[in-house]
């Protein structure tokens, strides 16, 4: 028994140590912050100048203006912002979330501005002091590649279907030219939904922000934009009204010679254009170059948190598959109700408990790291007891008999001869529930975890290549399960002989 | 009732000393009144024959012996220890007290050697060494010096008992008790294992066997205990019992066995 032990602990050794190694990709991402909530990171000049330090907030993922790129905050919102810091020489600590929030933290004076894809509005100049326009936004066409052809401009749009996104410009533009051209609209929530239902040919067209469908169609998302761009506001730097001028000074005069020296242009570019060096990120093989780190990261992650659960589930449920078959009738109330508890209520349930029930009734946030393995431990360790009390109960009673007229007590006698056999039997279905725990936890990124599903979501997010993205993960899934399985299964052959 | 002298098995001598001391001993499993009240003495070097039909109770007597099942009331003295008694350290008394089992409950996870090591290492009466050249000696003794790295699984089941008999005498014990030892065995490989009782018995070992040979119960018994309906009917010589049976009970189950 004592050897079993010793290779889970292996096992488990091995687990997180493999992590580390696909973190290693990605240093300030959701690897080492996956509350990207409440990612912080610091970047800036060397030049150092003054060395004033200036906290900004940003959206999550708001590709091109802002995103993870293999777990690094990238983004023209972002470059921009870093290079007008090294040439008015200051220091930018970035605070990456979400569009609502971080409005919310400039209101409340917890980041000194903002920048994030934001439209200058009347309403919002109410309340904030906003940049000169640093980027003037456009609402395009796009439609499938190969369809350009058919429908090049918005006139051919009459008599076809067109998506475009709920409550946006887009959806104001379709509604004024809808009756003029004579084109069906239908109103989706999300760009990704978008993107798709043009490529699976449900709409022949959508209208959407430029720089979004721009970027996405530079990562290969297999849509191309068409016809003339329409107008559809400036967007800003803000700060709070009154508040840090001498920032929005530093901003205005940074953003003026960025733009005489080329270099606005060279990160619009970047972000915008048609990439010419290095790999073409539209095809299948840039895909994969551009994805892989930020994938790694993720999969490096969900074998960490398996990992983790994986340990604690084996302990607690150990302690509850024998407290389970207990004759103490106290131990054994406790141990059947956790275990009904956790069998009996699905995963997700306790991952929102977790993380959004449990801080307002412990009055600390809680961690995602915390929240997550407490999600995964309680689940598996449920399980995990069953299993346990079903193999050491399908022990034959003959063999603990046997040892007790030897003379060897209680203990001894579960830990020399019931034991090491419970142990053999259930090692195949401790193998499949730490597989069930791996893939369990993709449930996770309904909490924002950062683990593989999820950062493939970050990524199509981005790209729009809902498919191609969504296959790597799974085989990436695939190939970490079966090594795990045929790892497992290697140790229970040398120790289970 | 007790014949203190009976020369049943080459020379060996009953002895005087009360080896397990039985009184008005009864045993239920909720409603199932099992034995009714056992009241027996069991000396020094005797060998007692249980027999009886199914279901009368013999397995439970033998199990009550060791504690393998709580006496309901009455005592159960075994040695210097009442089993009965709620602060004896059973643990130590079963390791006076040798069991062998119908279904010879090897340690399947074990080999041979290991499995007749555990409990004098367990307990600390032996370092390993030591174990294993008792375990040597033990398995030379009932005929299988060559099985010691052998796993159970690749044993006969005549071999399997051997070795079950050579684990439970790691310890020294005092007694043995042996429930249908050779019921699970195939006819052929009967013979093997009642040759290592009968040289135990002609050591003098005191046993208890239950059992369903008639035969071996009448040639290695120093005593015959009958049993029916969780009470002892009948008790004497093999003689007395077999070729002069005095309750109809017993006459009866007799016919059907002989
Ligand atoms: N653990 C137990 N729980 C409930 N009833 C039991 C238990 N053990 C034995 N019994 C019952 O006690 C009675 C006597 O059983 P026991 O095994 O002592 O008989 P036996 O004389 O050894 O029979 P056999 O020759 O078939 O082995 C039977 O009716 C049996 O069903
Ligand atoms: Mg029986």
């Given at each position: 028994?004592?050897?079993l032990l010793?290779a889970?602990?292996?096992l488990g050794?091995l687990?997180?140590?493999?992590?580390?190694a696909?973190?290693?990709s990605?240093t300030?991402?959701?690897a080492?912050?996956?509350?990207?909530?409440a990612?912080?990171?610091?970047?800036?000049s060397?030049a150092?100048?003054t060395?004033?330090?200036?906290v900004i907030?940003t959206d999550?993922?708001?590709?091109p203006?802002e995103?993870?790129?293999?777990g690094?905050?990238?983004g023209?919102?972002?470059d921009l912002?870093?290079?007008?810091?090294?040439?008015q020489?200051?220091?930018?600590?970035?605070r990456s979330?979400?569009f609502?929030?971080?409005?919310?933290?400039l209101?409340?004076n917890?980041?000194?501005?903002?920048?994030?894809g934001m439209?200058?509005?009347?309403e919002?100049q109410?309340?904030?002091d906003f940049?000169?326009?640093?980027f003037?936004g456009?609402?395009?066409l796009?439609?499938?590649e190969g369809?350009e052809?058919?429908i090049?401009?918005?006139?051919?749009?009459?008599?076809?279907?067109?998506?475009v996104?709920?409550?946006?410009?887009s959806?104001?533009?379709?509604?004024e030219r809808?009756?003029?051209?004579?084109?069906?609209?239908?109103?989706l929530?999300?760009t990704?939904?978008l993107?798709?239902?043009?490529?699976?040919?449900?709409?022949d067209a959508?209208?959407?922000d430029?720089?979004?469908?721009?970027?996405?169609?530079?990562?290969?998302s297999?849509?191309v934009?068409?016809?003339e761009?329409v107008e559809?506001?400036d967007?800003?730097?803000a700060?709070?009204?009154?508040?840090?001028?001498?920032?929005?000074?530093?901003?205005n005069t940074?953003?003026?010679?960025?733009r005489?020296?080329?270099?606005?242009?060279?990160i619009?570019?970047?972000?915008?254009?048609a990439e010419?060096?290095g790999?073409?990120?539209s095809?299948?093989?840039?895909?994969?170059?551009?994805s892989?780190p930020s994938?790694l990261n993720g999969l490096g992650n969900?074998?960490?948190v398996?990992?983790?659960?994986f340990?604690?589930?084996?302990?607690?449920?150990l302690?509850f598959g024998?407290?389970?078959i207990?004759r103490?009738?106290?131990?054994?109330?406790?141990?059947v109700?956790?275990?009904s508890?956790f069998?009996?209520t699905?995963i997700?349930?306790?991952?929102?408990?977790f993380?959004f029930?449990l801080?307002?009734?412990?009055?600390?946030?809680?961690?995602?790291?915390?929240?997550?393995?407490?999600?995964?431990?309680?689940?598996?360790?449920?399980?995990?007891?069953?299993?346990v009390r079903?193999?050491?109960q399908?022990?034959d009673?003959?063999?603990?008999e046997?040892s007790?007229?030897?003379?060897?007590g209680h203990?001894?006698?579960?830990?020399?001869v019931?034991?090491?056999?419970?142990?053999k039997?259930m090692?195949?279905s401790?193998?499949?529930q730490?597989v069930i725990?791996?893939?369990?936890?993709?449930?996770?990124?309904?909490?924002?975890f950062?683990?593989?599903?999820?950062?493939a979501?970050?990524i199509?997010?981005?790209?729009f290549?809902v498919t191609?993205v969504l296959?790597?993960?799974?085989?990436?899934?695939?190939?970490?399960?079966?090594?795990l399985?045929q790892?497992?299964n290697?140790?229970?052959?040398k120790?289970?002989? | 009732?007790?014949?203190?002298?009976?020369?049943?098995?080459?020379?060996r001598?009953?002895?005087?000393?009360?080896?397990v001391?039985?009184q008005g001993?009864?045993?239920s499993?909720g409603?199932?009144?099992v034995?009714?009240?056992?009241?027996?003495?069991?000396r020094?070097?005797?060998?007692?024959?249980?027999i009886?039909?199914s279901?009368s109770?013999?397995?439970?007597?033998?199990?009550?012996l060791?504690?393998?099942?709580?006496?309901?009331?009455g005592t159960?003295?075994?040695?210097?220890?009442d089993?009965?008694?709620p602060?004896?350290?059973?643990?130590?008394v079963?390791?006076?007290?040798?069991?062998v089992f119908?279904q010879?409950?090897l340690?399947?996870?074990m080999?041979?050697?290991e499995?007749?090591m555990?409990a004098?290492v367990?307990?600390g009466?032996l370092?390993?060494?030591e174990?294993?050249k008792r375990a040597?000696?033990?398995?030379?003794?009932v005929?299988?010096a060559d099985k010691a790295?052998a796993r159970?699984a690749?044993?006969?089941?005549?071999q399997?008992?051997?070795?079950?008999?050579?684990r439970s005498?790691?310890?020294?014990?005092?007694?043995?008790?042996?429930?249908?030892?050779?019921s699970?065995?195939?006819?052929e490989?009967?013979g093997?294992?009642l040759q290592?009782?009968?040289?135990?018995?002609?050591?003098?070992?005191?046993?208890?066997?239950v059992?369903?040979?008639?035969?071996?119960?009448?040639e290695?018994?120093?005593?015959?205990l009958f049993m029916?309906?969780g009470?002892?009917?009948?008790?004497g010589?093999?003689?007395?019992?077999?070729?002069?049976p005095q309750q109809?009970?017993l006459q009866e189950?007799?016919?059907k066995?002989l």
């Amino acid at each position: 028994m004592r050897a079993l032990l010793a290779a889970f602990a292996t096992l488990g050794v091995l687990l997180l140590g493999l992590a580390p190694a696909a973190t290693a990709s990605g240093t300030d991402g959701p690897a080492t912050t996956p509350v990207t909530a409440a990612g912080t990171e610091a970047s800036g000049s060397e030049a150092g100048g003054t060395g004033e330090t200036y906290v900004i907030g940003t959206d999550t993922t708001f590709a091109p203006f802002e995103f993870r790129q293999g777990g690094d905050l990238v983004g023209i919102d972002i470059d921009l912002m870093e290079a007008i810091a090294e040439d008015q020489g200051f220091e930018v600590e970035w605070r990456s979330l979400g569009f609502n929030a971080a409005l919310q933290a400039l209101d409340s004076n917890q980041v000194d501005g903002v920048i994030a894809g934001m439209s200058i509005t009347e309403e919002r100049q109410e309340v904030y002091d906003f940049s000169e326009p640093y980027f003037t936004g456009t609402v395009t066409l796009a439609v499938n590649e190969g369809d350009e052809s058919e429908i090049s401009d918005w006139e051919d749009l009459a008599g076809k279907q067109v998506v475009v996104k709920t409550g946006s410009i887009s959806e104001e533009v379709a509604n004024e030219r809808q009756d003029e051209i004579g084109f069906e609209v239908t109103a989706l929530d999300q760009t990704t939904t978008l993107v798709e239902s043009v490529k699976s040919g449900n709409a022949d067209a959508l209208i959407d922000d430029y720089p979004v469908i721009a970027y996405g169609v530079q990562q290969g998302s297999g849509l191309v934009t068409v016809g003339e761009q329409v107008e559809a506001g400036d967007y800003g730097f803000a700060v709070n009204q009154g508040q840090n001028p001498e920032l929005l000074e530093k901003f205005n005069t940074g953003l003026q010679e960025l733009r005489a020296s080329g270099e606005y242009d060279e990160i619009l570019n970047e972000y915008l254009g048609a990439e010419d060096d290095g790999v073409d990120p539209s095809s299948f093989w840039g895909l994969i170059v551009t994805s892989l780190p930020s994938l790694l990261n993720g999969l490096g992650n969900t074998l960490l948190v398996t990992g983790i659960s994986f340990v604690l589930a084996m302990v607690l449920g150990l302690a509850f598959g024998f407290m389970k078959i207990a004759r103490n009738p106290v131990l054994r109330g406790i141990a059947v109700t956790f275990i009904s508890i956790f069998r009996g209520t699905p995963i997700l349930v306790w991952a929102f408990f977790f993380y959004f029930g449990l801080p307002p009734l412990i009055g600390v946030p809680v961690n995602i790291w915390v929240a997550g393995v407490m999600t995964l431990t309680f689940n598996g360790a449920a399980y995990i007891a069953e299993i346990v009390r079903g193999a050491v109960q399908s022990v034959d009673p003959g063999q603990a008999e046997a040892s007790r007229s030897l003379g060897l007590g209680h203990g001894k006698t579960m830990q020399r001869v019931v034991l090491p056999q419970a142990f053999k039997m259930m090692t195949p279905s401790l193998i499949n529930q730490l597989v069930i725990m791996l893939k369990d936890s993709s449930l996770l990124l309904a909490i924002g975890f950062a683990e593989l599903l999820y950062q493939a979501q970050q990524i199509y997010a981005a790209n729009f290549r809902v498919t191609e993205v969504l296959l790597i993960a799974a085989l990436l899934y695939f190939i970490a399960i079966t090594a795990l399985t045929q790892l497992a299964n290697y140790v229970d052959r040398k120790v289970n002989r | 009732m007790s014949t203190a002298t009976t020369d049943n098995s080459g020379g060996r001598v009953v002895g005087e000393r009360v080896m397990v001391d039985v009184q008005g001993l009864e045993k239920s499993f909720g409603d199932n009144h099992v034995l009714t009240g056992i009241t027996d003495q069991i000396r020094e070097r005797e060998v007692v024959c249980v027999i009886g039909p199914s279901g009368s109770g013999k397995s439970t007597f033998l199990r009550c012996l060791n504690r393998l099942e709580e006496a309901t009331s009455g005592t159960v003295q075994v040695g210097d220890y009442d089993l009965t008694d709620p602060q004896v350290d059973i643990n130590k008394v079963r390791r006076h007290i040798g069991m062998v089992f119908q279904q010879f409950n090897l340690f399947p996870h074990m080999t041979v050697a290991e499995n007749i090591m555990l409990a004098p290492v367990e307990l600390g009466n032996l370092t390993k060494p030591e174990a294993r050249k008792r375990a040597e000696e033990l398995l030379d003794r009932v005929g299988l010096a060559d099985k010691a790295d052998a796993r159970p699984a690749s044993l006969s089941g005549g071999q399997k008992q051997r070795v079950a008999i050579a684990r439970s005498l790691a310890m020294s014990p005092k007694i043995m008790l042996f429930d249908e030892a050779t019921s699970a065995l195939d006819p052929e490989m009967v013979g093997e294992v009642l040759q290592v009782i009968r040289d135990l018995a002609a050591e003098g070992m005191t046993m208890v066997l239950v059992t369903h040979e008639m035969g071996f119960a009448r040639e290695v018994a120093d005593r015959v205990l009958f049993m029916d309906g969780g009470k002892i009917v009948e008790s004497g010589t093999p003689s007395e019992i077999f070729d002069h049976p005095q309750q109809p009970r017993l006459q009866e189950f007799l016919s059907k066995v002989l």
